[in-house]
């Protein structure tokens, strides 16, 4: 294929020799009416780590990630980012908060009649209000290679493939720098070169970026190669939790046909 040649080799791990919590939620509650999607949902997400959930559709892993960005207010429990409490956050401190905070959703849609390097100086000169074009020139640069995507800055989105606008995405997100990340389904929809590509690159920027992450996905090779640490969802609630290859022996039936069943 012809954009993946430029991809990285994974580099060595970061170490992080702190144990520091950037993300801690206890007893997590949330319901639509009388529909109780998150039940007593508990994670802490240490600096450095990618933590990945798994879970079947409509399970709330995505209204996770919107209580951990103040997108929707919980019910209920703990949920605290930098140790700050999110749920009594003003508009203005979620305003700041999200800006240490990537997302890349599913649609992560760029503007199609901007350049690829315009969408990508779009958050550096909205977000974080940047006016040195040398070094919004230099982010817009450094990114593109991290993304293994070089000689894609002059293009139009329409002319790239699905994968390579997957990346360019990515790359809007991480040129702001964020301290966070949270993946909500990353490689849903692409073949799986493309998917294995873009689980691959999530693993370097994380190394790169030295980000915190959690990657919701149903995509298995994606938890394998992403994942510092798996956690299983079901009913509301996170049922399981460990390495990959820990919960795929796990001595639990339900989470290990979960593997079983879904390679
Ligand atoms: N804003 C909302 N208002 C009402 N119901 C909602 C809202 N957001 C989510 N839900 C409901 O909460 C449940 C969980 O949704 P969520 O999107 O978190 O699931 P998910 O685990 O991410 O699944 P999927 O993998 O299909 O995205 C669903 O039944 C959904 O309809």
């Known amino acids: 294929m012809a954009d993946n040649k430029d991809i990285a080799t994974v580099d060595q791990p970061v170490k992080t020799d702190t144990n520091e919590v950037v993300i801690h939620i206890k007893g997590l509650k949330k319901s639509f009416g009388e529909?109780?999607?998150?039940?007593?949902?508990?994670?802490?997400?240490?600096?450095?780590?990618?933590v990945v959930v798994l879970g079947r559709s409509g399970q709330g892993k995505s209204v996770t990630i919107q209580c951990i960005a103040g997108l929707l207010t919980p019910d209920d429990g703990e949920l605290t980012v930098f140790g700050?409490?999110?749920?009594?956050?003003?508009?203005?401190?979620?305003?700041?908060?999200?800006?240490?905070?990537?997302?890349?959703?599913?649609?992560?849609?760029?503007?199609?009649?901007?350049?690829?390097?315009?969408?990508?100086?779009?958050?550096?000169?909205r977000v974080l209000k940047l006016k040195d074009q040398q070094e919004i020139d230099q982010r817009v640069e450094e990114v593109l290679?991290?993304?293994?995507?070089?000689?894609?800055?002059?293009?139009?989105?329409?002319?790239?493939?699905?994968?390579?606008?997957?990346?360019?995405?990515?790359?809007?997100?991480?040129?702001?720098?964020?301290?966070?990340?949270?993946?909500?389904?990353?490689?849903?929809?692409?073949?799986?070169?493309?998917?294995?590509?873009?689980?691959?690159?999530?693993?370097?920027?994380?190394?790169?970026?030295?980000?915190?992450?959690?990657i919701i996905t149903h995509d298995l090779e994606c938890a394998k190669i992403t994942a510092d640490r798996v956690v299983v969802m079901n009913d509301g609630e996170y049922i399981?939790?460990?390495?990959?290859?820990?919960?795929?022996?796990?001595?639990?039936?339900?989470?290990?046909?979960?593997?079983?069943?879904?390679?």
């Open 35 to 50: 529909k109780d999607v998150l039940r007593d949902i508990n994670l802490d997400l240490k600096r450095g780590e990618n």
């Open 84 to 125: 700050e409490d999110v749920t009594q956050m003003s508009e203005d401190e979620l305003k700041q908060l999200r800006i240490k905070i990537g997302f890349l959703f599913q649609s992560g849609a760029l503007y199609d009649s901007m350049t690829v390097r315009e969408n990508l100086e779009f958050p550096l000169t």
């Open 145 to 214: 290679e991290g993304v293994g995507l070089a000689d894609a800055a002059d293009k139009m989105p329409s002319d790239l493939s699905g994968g390579m606008r997957k990346r360019i995405g990515l790359a809007r997100t991480l040129i702001v720098k964020p301290e966070i990340m949270l993946y909500d389904e990353p490689t849903t929809g692409l073949d799986p070169i493309t998917s294995r590509e873009i689980s691959e690159l999530i693993l370097n920027m994380q190394r790169k970026y030295k980000t915190s992450s959690i």
């Open 240 to 263: 399981a939790e460990g390495t990959y290859e820990e919960l795929q022996s796990s001595d639990n039936e339900f989470v290990r046909s979960f593997f079983n069943e879904q390679k």
